[in-house]
């Protein structure tokens, strides 16, 4: 029994002894060398890539990775490691069997669905809309048409973004141009160059996107209002309501009409996700969320990362349809 027991604990200790052995030298050089390929090529900001990439190199010539054994734990130091140099919250390295996207909401029954959750006329000419993303599938598109035509006689339109995590801009421009009743610039993009040239940017070309001038290392598309058919809804009072959830591209319309006066912010000010990235596999089952573009106002050329954006009124999220409705009745 003793040495069957003893047998048992040797080759245990093994196990461990095998699990425990350094990462090999070679995967570790090439997971580094391309993570700062990709950072020197496709970060939002060049001259923080270039930082980023050198930063690697040093500490992966002088043996600051050699004795980590843990794939997990060398994605973190990673990750730790770059975000000492520059801090930025979307930015981070995963190892082999994680994923970097954001699990998904459950879909049980009763759940809400994605994108739109709820659309009806909430009071005597107020048209009310409620997003949790902007999924950018045909049929939440079509939704949201078939809404701006069905309320298109709206006195006061509310549109809710508290709930909303982010997306494309496919809904956003199906809204917009029953807003406005002339061609308005509303936000820009940068796209480093090198992203957009190989085809893995996030952001995609249409009628609402158009190139303008920018440095050789950046791809800049304006984003702007092209007008539809008049209808009420070019003089109703817009409210877009907030909370410290709201991110992304929701933040992105908020800034659009905010900085246009086109629609009154009500609420909290919002999550800060302004930077959009694109997933770059570093081999060996590493992989890296790396921000790669940013949407600021071209007014000040600044953008919302890591501070959102301020409502024109603000109120507890809560509290934010409340004052809405208060203000579309005076």
Do not use: C
Not at 84 to 97: D, F, Q
Not at 248 to 275: M, Q
């Amino acid at each position: 029994m003793r040495t069957i027991s003893f047998a048992v604990l040797s080759l245990g200790v093994a196990a461990v002894v095998a699990a425990q052995a350094p990462i090999p030298a070679a995967e570790r050089r090439a997971v580094v060398e391309t993570l700062a390929e990709r950072l020197h090529e496709d970060f939002v900001f060049p001259d923080i890539g270039d930082r980023y990439a050198a930063l690697l190199r040093k500490k992966l010539a002088a043996g600051a990775y050699d004795d980590i054994a843990d794939p997990k734990a060398f994605a973190e130091r990673l990750t730790a490691d770059l975000q000492a140099e520059y801090k930025e919250g979307h930015l981070r390295v995963a190892p082999p069997g994680q994923s970097l996207l954001a699990p998904r909401s459950p879909t049980a029954a009763g759940a809400a669905p994605r994108g739109v959750e709820d659309a009806r006329w909430i009071a005597d000419g107020v048209a009310y809309i409620r997003f949790n993303m902007f999924p950018g599938d045909p049929a939440n598109v079509d939704r949201v048409r078939h809404f701006m035509e069905t309320h298109a006689t709206a006195r006061t339109l509310i549109i809710d973004a508290r709930p909303h995590r982010g997306g494309g801009l496919q809904e956003m421009n199906v809204m917009l141009p029953y807003l406005y009743a002339r061609p308005t610039p509303l936000v820009q993009m940068d796209t480093r160059a090198a992203v957009a040239a190989a085809g893995r940017a996030p952001t995609a070309t249409g009628p609402m996107l158009r190139a303008v001038a920018a440095p050789p290392t950046i791809v800049r598309r304006e984003h702007h209002v092209v007008p539809g058919k008049a209808t009420p809804l070019r003089t109703a009072r817009v409210f877009y309501l907030t909370s410290k959830r709201t991110a992304s591209a929701a933040e992105h319309l908020a800034l659009a009409l905010k900085r246009t006066r086109r629609a009154t912010l009500i609420g909290e000010t919002t999550r800060g996700a302004g930077h959009y990235g694109s997933f770059a596999d570093l081999g060996g089952g590493y992989s890296a969320f790396v921000p790669v573009g940013r949407t600021f106002d071209p007014a000040t050329g600044k953008g919302w990362e890591a501070t959102g954006v301020t409502p024109d009124v603000a109120v507890p999220a809560d509290k934010a349809l409340e004052e809405a409705l208060k203000r579309a009745a005076g």
